[in-house]
């Protein structure tokens, strides 16, 4: 099993492929698996190298709270110790903000940026949302919490026509997995996380899609990224929340792949 020691991080990861490295950066909560929708189409055509933050999955170290410049100084460190010199920096959701900070902190290293359903800040309504799930996973788990979750990621189409998908996931919330704590750990990178004024800094070519109808990160906060970020590219799924990823894969690894495939 491939690990990366870090310091006093020991950091699980996994690469597939040959070519341009992509990273892909997962979102809260979520181990490399989130990408497995990906990384086949991916790998066709580049090194796909997918990871687990700290505070979930196989990665070990010292416990939170987090903050978004940690996660990506560990994504960097990651790839330096994988002989990466220029990688295409993907991320989704808490991937995204730390895709953000990778590209500011680091920007010699960045080939182009993806931003997937990210946001800038947690606005008052973020940090409300946030705040309540730390709060609902302390009193009820991580099951509970993960159900809850699942209704702010997807749209209600997508509940009524893919029940496989949601008994898939009641399987795996059943397993041991993340804890109450290092989810909260993690949360407060989310809550912490502002990047609105830095990012005007970025100079490389940068692709920012968001559903147009996200409830967890509203357009507003792709529009004002995009705004700051010159030359960036925006895309809106119609009637799509906070999964494209997993909800349209084919349309989204289509999009993804012509993106990197151009840079």
């Not at 960045?110 to 359903?117: E, I, P």
């Not at 940090?127 to 699942?150: H, K, P, T």
């Not at 893919?162 to 059943?174: G, I, N, S």
């Given at each position: 099993?491939?690990?990366?020691?870090?310091?006093?991080?020991?950091?699980?990861?996994?690469?597939?492929?040959?070519?341009?490295?992509?990273?892909?950066?997962?979102?809260?909560?979520?181990?490399?698996?989130?990408?497995?929708?990906?990384?086949?189409?991916?790998?066709?055509?580049?090194?796909?190298?997918?990871?687990?933050?700290?505070?979930?999955?196989?990665?070990?170290?010292?416990?939170?709270?987090?903050?978004?410049?940690?996660?990506?100084?560990?994504?960097?460190?990651?790839?330096?110790?994988?002989?990466?010199?220029?990688?295409?920096?993907?991320?989704?959701?808490?991937?995204?903000?730390?895709?953000?900070?990778?590209?500011?902190?680091?920007?010699?290293?960045?080939?182009?940026?993806?931003?997937?359903?990210?946001?800038?800040?947690?606005?008052?309504?973020?940090?409300?949302?946030?705040?309540?799930?730390?709060?609902?996973?302390?009193?009820?788990?991580?099951?509970?919490?993960?159900?809850?979750?699942?209704?702010?990621?997807?749209?209600?189409?997508?509940?009524?026509?893919?029940?496989?998908?949601?008994?898939?996931?009641?399987?795996?919330?059943?397993?041991?997995?993340?804890?109450?704590?290092?989810?909260?750990?993690?949360?407060?990178?989310?809550?912490?996380?502002?990047?609105?004024?830095?990012?005007?800094?970025?100079?490389?070519?940068?692709?920012?899609?968001?559903?147009?109808?996200?409830?967890?990160?509203?357009?507003?906060?792709?529009?004002?990224?995009?705004?700051?970020?010159?030359?960036?590219?925006?895309?809106?799924?119609?009637?799509?929340?906070?999964?494209?990823?997993?909800e349209i894969p084919e349309d989204f690894n289509r999009l993804n792949l012509e993106f990197l495939e151009a840079h």
């Amino acid at each position: 099993m491939p690990f990366a020691e870090l310091g006093e991080r020991r950091v699980y990861y996994e690469e597939r492929g040959t070519g341009d490295a992509v990273l892909l950066i997962n979102g809260l909560g979520a181990d490399h698996r989130a990408w497995h929708l990906q990384t086949e189409d991916l790998e066709r055509s580049f090194r796909v190298i997918v990871f687990d933050n700290p505070g979930v999955g196989q990665t070990t170290g010292p416990r939170g709270p987090y903050t978004t410049e940690l996660f990506g100084d560990v994504a960097v460190a990651l790839l330096q110790s994988l002989g990466v010199e220029r990688a295409h920096v993907v991320g989704a959701s808490m991937g995204g903000l730390i895709a953000q900070q990778v590209a500011v902190r680091h920007p010699e290293l960045v080939r182009s940026l993806t931003l997937h359903c990210p946001w800038w800040r947690a606005d008052p309504y973020t940090q409300a949302l946030i705040r309540s799930w730390q709060s609902y996973a302390r009193v009820a788990g991580m099951v509970e919490l993960s159900r809850q979750v699942w209704l702010w990621v997807f749209t209600p189409r997508f509940f009524e026509e893919r029940p496989d998908w949601f008994a898939r996931l009641e399987e795996e919330a059943q397993k041991p997995g993340q804890s109450v704590e290092a989810f909260c750990d993690q949360a407060e990178a989310c809550v912490a996380h502002e990047a609105l004024e830095a990012v005007a800094a970025i100079e490389a070519p940068t692709l920012i899609t968001v559903g147009d109808g996200d409830i967890l990160t509203p357009l507003a906060h792709s529009r004002a990224l995009h705004e700051r970020i010159k030359g960036s590219i925006l895309h809106v799924w119609p009637q799509m929340g906070h999964a494209p990823f997993w909800e349209i894969p084919e349309d989204f690894n289509r999009l993804n792949l012509e993106f990197l495939e151009a840079h």
